[in-house]
């Protein structure tokens, strides 16, 4: 192959393809080249007649665009001298990124010499509102009011609604009053229609009135621009009787046009006024001879039926395809979701039709809503047939899913049996036949069986959850644990104990292992039915799998024993369950206390309380107060305040019951003075005595003979604050009528009756009696009259 010496050396495109060609003549051929020749080729410099030099805008963009940049770079330094406001403005335009936006705003702020033009001003309010970042707007409407930027009206305006975008109202209403003040900007009535924009979107109706009389005042002309903001904000603050007003004047005025009817359309349908929107809309098309735009019909349709005025929505569907709209999906998602809820099968189904006619094809929501209202269930298999055949796998997965689970949700969980029944070739139709769909090969997913049949027991309709269980080994598809323990704990629940043993043991045979729930739902059903024998069985089985039962069942089983009078064979329970290596809750413990004491067995209730203290357990507060409840009812108030001793030894914290236990206990005993100590010493505890402490002292006191200072405590109970309830008022009268004091109890039962507090019969008698020993009958007879109201008002 021949080459060109001439062209080679006058060529730089010759010198790369010699250098860039792996072809071993091109090699051979530039060896030959004269050295002296060949070394001037290598060093001249090529030749580019396209060299493209950036302007300012290109390299700022460049610059700030990159990452990482510095401020302080030299190249920076040397464009900040020839920034000019429209370079600003294009830059600011180019960046999408709303935070490089105000880095670069805030650097060529800073630059000497350089100084901003409203324009670039609205750049960058236009990033900061499209970007909906309300508080970088906010300083940026401050930085511009302390400016000394002129201003033309037009370009405030831009501003102006840019903060009425992000519902920044106060600074637009602050801005403009500066702009006058200052006089930076020449307002006109185009000026102050965009402030009353911004002004609508908050609905501050006080403003947006006063601005417009301001407008009025001024002498500036109110056109369609003003009165339309205005509105809008008697729309958006749910005034429609101003609403009104001013649209009968822009339609007077023959300003109303789409938009405006639009304003007002929605806002009654936002505000749930779906007829008077349905009105406005029929007025509009009979006068204006003119309808909606289709984004208004779609969000009225939307709002009607979240409204339930479906039959409104249905007309406005009809008139928007009559003018010629085509109705999306969403439309007909709404439509037909509506007319499901409402159970209006056939209406949905002739709706979905003709949006089938129509090119639109459902989608899984839609054809799980109108097969799921399907009110047959051999319409509804046959519906489903039809429409999966156009979905691919994954979409038919959907829909299965989400017709069960609909179904489920909706309570109807007879058809999402059958339709599970159907789908696995078991189910009946109405005839008693065999109905069978072809649905087998698309159904060997287990969560259709488990939200179905989580569904069945909740409803307690466990015979069909149970049906359903065993046709999951027979379709091919895995059970599960969770199916397993779902349906053993409904049946516990419903006492059916055998089913519960026969999973539990199919369960072990299987490969899967039964959990702690498995166990404790089937040892909660033994609990309950106070099988002793049953439940300890189930124990040992629980100790041999790693599993511990749970508290709330072993404590009802001691309760349940304990309400029947069998405290021992409570303890001996809690014993067993010790020996199986299980250590049963203080709370277990405490109710069987608690049982030993109701039985009158105050000795065998201390013995075990002694009994888990000496193996190392630590009795809670309540376990306590059981005990000294015991001992108080007993009248053995000394070894009650040992038990308080002990307490406060072992750093419990005694209750306000502790205290009122003692109290009563004490009063009960006749020793008032020690009541009232212990009272002191639960006030220096820090335990606020409650409404039972002081009715317990009081009448404690009175029992005692000592009226007056039961008195002195009811007062002082009233002056911390603690008000005396209806039991409290009639415990006081009682005692002070014992005390032979009814004049000063007929004082304290006019105090309750003004608080509407009305007394049993026996404070009635208790005053009667006390007043005829008093020897004052007249006294006794108004109480009897007293008496006989208050018998007749009962």
Known sequence: MAISINRISTTTHGLILLFNSTNRKFINSAVRLNRKHYIYLIQRKPICSNVHTPTVEESLISIFTKRPFSLKSPELQELSSKLTPQIVEAVLKSIRDWRLAQIFFNWVSNQEGYSHSCYTYNAMA??????????????????LSNSRISWTPGALGYFLRCLGRLGLVKEANYLFDQMKITGLCVLNSYSY???LEAISKSGDVDLVENRLSEMRRLGWPIDRHALTPVLQCYC?????????MFFNELNEKGWVDQHVLSILVLSYSKFGKVDMAFELIEWMERNLKTSLNEKTFCVLIHGFVKECKVDKALQLYGKMKKVGYLPDISVYDVLIGGLCKNKEFEEALMLYVHMKKSGISPDVRILSQIISCTPEEKDMIRLLEDSSTDLDFGKRMLLYHSILVGLVNDGSFDKAYFLLK???GSGMNGHGEAEKISLTNDMHDKTYFQAVIDGLCKADKLDKALDLFLDVDR???KRTVLLY???IHSLSNADRLKECVDLLNEMKKSEFQPTHFTFNSIFGCLCRREDIAGALDILREMRACGHVPWIKHYTLLVKKLCERGMAIEARNFLANMTKEGFLPDMIAYSAAIN????????????????????????????AHNIIIKGLCRAKRMTEAEEILKEMLGKGLVPSVVTYNLLIDGWCKDGNTDQAILCLSRMIEKEQEPSVFTYTTLVDGLCNAGKPENALSLWLEMEHKGCNPNRIAYMTLIHGLCKSRKPDVALVYLEKMEEKKMMPDAFIYKALVDSFVSDSNTAMARKILEKMAKHSTAS
């Open 485 to 487: 323990n779902n349906l």
């Open 126 to 143: 236009e990033i900061l509102s499209s970007a909906r970042q309300n508080a970088p707007l906010r300083d940026l409407a401050v930085s």
């Open 475 to 477: 379709l091919g598809c």
């Open 422 to 424: 159907a789908a696995v």
């Open 595 to 622: 049982g030993f004491l109701n039985i009158n067995e105050l000795d065998q209730a201390l013995e075990l309380f002694k009994e888990i203290c000496e193996r190392g357990y630590s009795p809670d507060v309540v």
């Open 193 to 195: 229609n965009c402030l």
């Open 236 to 244: 958006n603050a749910g005034n429609f009787d101003k609403a009104l």
